[in-house]
C-alpha cells in the first residue's frame, strides 16, 4: 500500500469543466510536489511545495492552480484544460527538500475531452 | 540545468541472471543525490536505492547495486538474481541537495528510463 493517497484513480473531463486533484500523506513529511507523466515519458516536475509554501513553479500553465491547506493534504485545481493535458498526475512528498526520497503516490490518470 | 540521460531504451535479462542498467548526467554541483525508482504497469514510482554523491561508498540494497564514478558523472543499477517482479520501467534520478531545511526545495530531474525485461 502506498503511503501517498492520490484521488480520484481515474479522470475524464471535458476541456469548459472544473475539477481538482488530491493529495495526502501522513508520515509528517514538510515537502510536497506534483509531476506530469505523459505516456512512455519520464515524470516532469511541476510544483514544489516546501512547508506549505509554493517554491517551485516550473513554468506551468494558470489553467493549472495549485494549494497546499496543510501539512498533509496537496490539491492540484484544474480549469479550461486542453487535450494535450492529458496524462499521469503524480504526487510525492519527502521528509524536507532535495535530501530525502521522495515518496509517490499511484497518480491520477486524467483525460480531456 | 542538470541533465540525466539513459541511453538504452530497452533491456532483456533472463531469470536469475545479472543486468546493468547505465545512466549518466551533467552537472556543476558537488552536492546532491542520485536514485534509481522503479515504475511498473500499475504506475506506482518505486524508490529502488539512493546514493548521496559525498559517499564515496557505493550503495547496495539486497540484490541491487549501484556502481556511481563521480568523476565520470556516471551511476549504474547492478540488479543480481533478476526475478520476474523486477520487470519494469527503471528511471535514473537527479535531485540537488538542500543544505536548508524549508528552502529551496528542488524536485527530480528523470532520465527517459529504460524498460527491462525478464525471460522466464
Known amino acids: 500500500d502506498t503511503e501517498v493517497t492520490q484521488t480520484p484513480k481515474h479522470l475524464v473531463m471535458g476541456m469548459t469543466n472544473k475539477k481538482s486533484l488530491k493529495c495526502e500523506q501522513h508520515?509528517?513529511?514538510?515537502?510536497m510536489y506534483w509531476y506530469k507523466q505523459k505516456a512512455k515519458k519520464p515524470p516532469e516536475l511541476m510544483f514544489v511545495y516546501s512547508y506549505e509554501k509554493l517554491s517551485i513553479n516550473e513554468s506551468v500553465p494558470s489553467r493549472f492552480s495549485p494549494e497546499c491547506p496543510n501539512s498533509s493534504l496537496l490539491n492540484l485545481h484544474l480549469h479550461a484544460l486542453q487535450p494535450e493535458d492529458s496524462a499521469l498526475y503524480l504526487c510525492?512528498?519527502?521528509?524536507?527538500?532535495?535530501?530525502?526520497?521522495?515518496?509517490f503516490g499511484d497518480g491520477t490518470r486524467l483525460s480531456i475531452l | 540545468a542538470q541533465t540525466v540521460t539513459q541511453s538504452q531504451p530497452e533491456m532483456s535479462v533472463q531469470e536469475a541472471e545479472t543486468v546493468t542498467l547505465s545512466c549518466t548526467y551533467d552537472t556543476s554541483e558537488s552536492d546532491y543525490y542520485l536514485f534509481w525508482y522503479k515504475q511498473p504497469p500499475s504506475r506506482q514510482m518505486i524508490l529502488v536505492i539512493r546514493q548521496e554523491a559525498y559517499k564515496q561508498q557505493n550503495a547496495t540494497e539486497n540484490r541491487f547495486s549501484v556502481n556511481f564514478q563521480k568523476a565520470a558523472k556516471s551511476f549504474s543499477l547492478k540488479i543480481s538474481d533478476s526475478q520476474l517482479g523486477d520487470a519494469a520501467m527503471y528511471f535514473c534520478?537527479?535531485?540537488?541537495?538542500?543544505?536548508?531545511?524549508?528552502?529551496?526545495?528542488?524536485?527530480?530531474?528523470f532520465g527517459k528510463g529504460t524498460h527491462l525485461i525478464i525471460q522466464p
Open positions: 534520478a537527479y535531485s540537488l541537495y538542500s543544505m536548508y531545511s524549508g528552502g529551496g526545495a528542488d524536485g527530480l530531474t
Open positions: 508520515m509528517g513529511h514538510r515537502a
Open positions: 510525492a512528498s519527502s521528509p524536507s527538500t532535495g535530501s530525502q526520497p521522495q515518496h
